[in-house]
């Protein structure tokens, strides 16, 4: 009887210890920092054309219905005089689809400014669906191209697809 005892004992103390043993990895309460850890364009490259989307990415979930609503209100975009740029913070729905609980997308309302540094403001007040702030306004500096730099980007796609027909009619010819 005295052993059973043990046993059960053993068994329950072993039992509570498992509950306790999580290693915060898991996604459960386990509270972690919040932090931007990429921003990406649609165009992918180092100046941002005119009618690019930006892609924020943060380390947790910012898009939860339970946080969407004051996230919504956390990013600003400043021209180089200091002036508000007119945005549209766009968020999915992490219940849709949770590959995109981490991205958050700012599009212009209008172009961004040519040939302009533009800020964008991410406030303190930023909150995962875990609960942590973001705790400190994180800003991050992009460039638009020049108008000479998308008229070069675009005469640059004309002559490779110039050059793609060049190719396709040489080996057109040479099939005769």
């Given at each position: ?23 915060g ?7 972690s ?26 380390s ?10 004051n ?14 740029v007119?945005?549209?913070v ?32 991410v ?7 875990n ?6 306004d ?20 004309m ?18």
């Amino acid at each position: 009887m005295k052993k059973i005892g043990f046993l059960m004992m053993c068994l329950v103390l072993f039992s509570s210890s498992m509950v306790f043993a999580g290693g915060g990895k898991g996604g459960g309460d386990g509270k972690s920092t919040l932090e931007l850890t990429q921003v990406t364009t649609e165009s992918g490259s180092e100046e941002v054309q005119p009618e690019d989307v930006l892609t924020l990415e943060f380390s947790n979930n910012v898009v939860n219905m339970s946080v969407k609503e004051n996230n919504m209100t956390c990013f600003s975009v400043a021209d180089s005089q200091g002036n508000p740029v007119e945005i549209e913070v766009i968020m999915g729905d992490d219940q849709v689809d949770r590959s995109i609980k981490r991205l958050v997308h700012i599009k212009p309302v209008t172009s961004w400014k040519a040939g302009e540094k533009h800020l964008v403001t991410v406030t303190k007040d930023l909150s995962g669906k875990n609960g942590v702030l973001l705790g400190k306004d994180v800003t991050y500096e992009f460039t638009v191209a020049s108008p000479a730099a998308q008229a070069s980007g675009s005469k640059m796609w004309m002559i490779g697809f110039a050059a793609i027909i060049v190719l396709a009619g040489g080996f057109a010819f040479a099939k005769k």
